[in-house]
């Protein structure tokens, strides 16, 4: 008899991944591939929906062309995606209406501000935990309808069908059999109601978006459909988990227990909180939002969402063409001499996210001399990536009302040490790195496997992965306050270059 494997797929921002998982956890083939970002005007960011469907599929056969593996082999194949990232399609042709609007996009902003403006920020946030921002998928659903013309009364004909990106991929695996979606990107989508686990029909009222284009709910662990793709033929390979990539980073560090915080260093950086089964709402401006659900069970999460961490990195390989692969920043940051004004980068490339959620503010780069090299601008970017870890990290604390001791990393960054070191150092806090750092497939992985009884509980996946390297902070407390007040004060001074921008 084959042995089994479970398949999970991570749609993420830059690239889609495939990862086939054995029964001890181990990753024994994967396959990744980038696809194009669509940038239609300042500020805009899209995706081709089956450009990204296309490309999971080029991922899946890899994955298992790498592995030598026979398709019947795969036991179950578990999702998870770039949440917020939002489409619409036709449900008889299949076809998407409009571009995916991808979650760092600022085009919905006006319909945002308008929310606030209108007064609607708290209604908003006891209803959904979210703050009203162009992040979420409820601005982008509504701007969709807007532009494509008669797109608002198809949907009110129920012609359209909404989906995040799990949907979508649910959708195109099943052959258009189900049109469902989570409760952890639902979650996100600023139209679910945290109390009650339902689409909020206040909310839909307020932003005229008809409830039967949205998808049906469901947990995080569970079969959904068998998937029809070619890979696997008359082969029924059931579609048991789906969860938005940042819970389920959380679900792959296995941090099942209240308080246990973990950070995701990608395309942005996202710190969660696992606060158990209640919601906590923030004081602070964080986020409140699903964990996951298992069963009937709910845990709620905490997070402080950052729009630009390691996509920083990227603009100064691509876009100052200052080295050729991201990680070469790190033996760069760590040649930069220590200088006596320090260097400070504020990568508001597309606003700042938590905890300041200011659309106005744009990039910044404070106290350049002329002897500032690449070196340094290397160093402040990596620095700047972990300041924001930090503001999230302190607001959670304050909202949490709680110490956190220990924080958990994971993400395509969180490989360079430079910036692990000087993250455990300006946070004053532990950091453990995940053994295994595809952790967000692993989470998507283990909840797949969890429904179909390739794994039997919390406990025995526990046992399945050990801790990698762990950074200790050693820089002197006075030194690190002074820079972090220099980081603060770069903050307020690029929220006040936007403010004078917007009196003009
Ligand atoms: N060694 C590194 N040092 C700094 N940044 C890095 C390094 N390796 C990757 N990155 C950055 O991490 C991001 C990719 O991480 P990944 O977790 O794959 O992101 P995503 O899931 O958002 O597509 C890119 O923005 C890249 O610039
Ligand atoms: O694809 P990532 O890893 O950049 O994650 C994107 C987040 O889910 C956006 O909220």
């Not at 489409?87 to 609007?101: C, E, F, R, S, V």
């Not at 490339?349 to 090299?373: H, K």
């Not at 990290?393 to 395509?412: F, L, P, S, Y």
Request: hydrophobic share 40%; aromatic share 10%.
């Amino acid at each position: 008899m084959y042995e089994k494997y479970i398949m999970a797929i991570d749609q993420g921002t830059t690239s889609s991944r495939a990862i086939i998982v054995n029964q001890v956890g181990q990753i024994i083939a994967s396959d990744q591939a980038e696809f194009k970002q669509y940038y239609p005007q300042a500020g805009w960011v899209e995706h081709d929906p089956q450009e990204i469907w296309n490309n999971v599929q080029k991922v899946m056969s890899g994955a298992l062309i790498n592995g030598q593996l026979d398709p019947q082999q795969i036991h179950a194949i578990g999702i998870t995606n770039q949440r917020e990232t939002s489409l619409i399609w036709d449900q008889k042709t299949g076809q998407p209406i409009y571009n995916a609007i991808v979650w760092q996009s600022r085009q919905t902003s006006a319909i945002s501000d308008d929310l606030l403006d209108k007064g609607y920020g708290s209604f908003i946030q006891e209803r959904t935990g979210l703050i009203p921002d162009a992040y979420f998928s409820a601005t982008k659903i509504r701007w969709i309808l807007d532009h494509v013309p008669g797109a608002q009364a198809r949907a009110e004909a129920g012609d359209l069908l909404f989906g995040t990106i799990d949907t979508w991929l649910l959708w195109k695996l099943s052959n258009g059999q189900v049109h469902m979606t989570d409760y952890t990107n639902a979650s996100r989508t600023m139209l679910l109601n945290l109390k009650t686990l339902d689409w909020d029909d206040e909310i839909l009222h307020l932003l005229n978006i008809p409830k039967k284009i949205l998808p049906q709910l469901k947990s995080n662990s569970e079969i959904y459909a068998h998937a029809q793709s070619y890979h696997f033929h008359d082969h029924q390979v059931p579609i048991a988990a789906m969860i938005g990539d940042q819970q389920a980073a959380l679900f792959g560090q296995l941090a099942f227990e209240k308080g246990m915080v973990k950070s995701t260093y990608g395309t942005g950086a996202f710190i969660i909180m696992n606060t158990g089964q209640e919601i906590r709402l923030s004081d602070h401006q964080l986020l409140s939002t699903v964990a996951y659900v298992l069963g009937d069970q709910v845990t709620y999460a905490l997070e402080g969402s950052i729009f630009v961490a390691g996509s920083a990195i990227q603009w100064l390989r691509d876009g100052l063409n200052l080295f050729s692969k991201a990680s070469e920043s790190e033996a760069l940051a760590m040649d930069a001499s220590d200088q006596e004004t320090p260097i400070y980068m504020v990568p508001a490339f597309t606003g700042l996210g938590a905890p300041y959620w200011n659309p106005d503010v744009r990039g910044m780069i404070l106290g350049l001399s002329r002897g500032t090299n690449k070196a340094d601008l290397a160093k402040a970017t990596l620095q700047a990536i972990a300041y924001q870890v930090k503001d999230v990290v302190d607001t959670m604390e304050a909202d949490a009302k709680m110490e956190i001791n220990q924080v958990r990393v994971d993400g395509g960054a969180a490989s360079n040490h430079y910036l692990l070191q000087f993250q455990a150092d300006i946070l004053g806090k532990e950091l453990v790195q995940a053994q295994e750092v595809e952790t967000t497939a692993l989470g998507a992985a283990y909840l797949a496997g969890l429904a179909t009884n390739y794994w039997q509980s919390l406990d025995q996946l526990k046992a399945l992965l050990g801790q990698g390297q762990v950074f200790q902070p050693h820089m002197d407390q006075i030194q690190g306050q002074k820079l972090y007040q220099g980081w603060q004060k770069a903050v307020k001074a690029a929220a006040y270059y936007a403010d004078l921008c917007r009196e003009d």
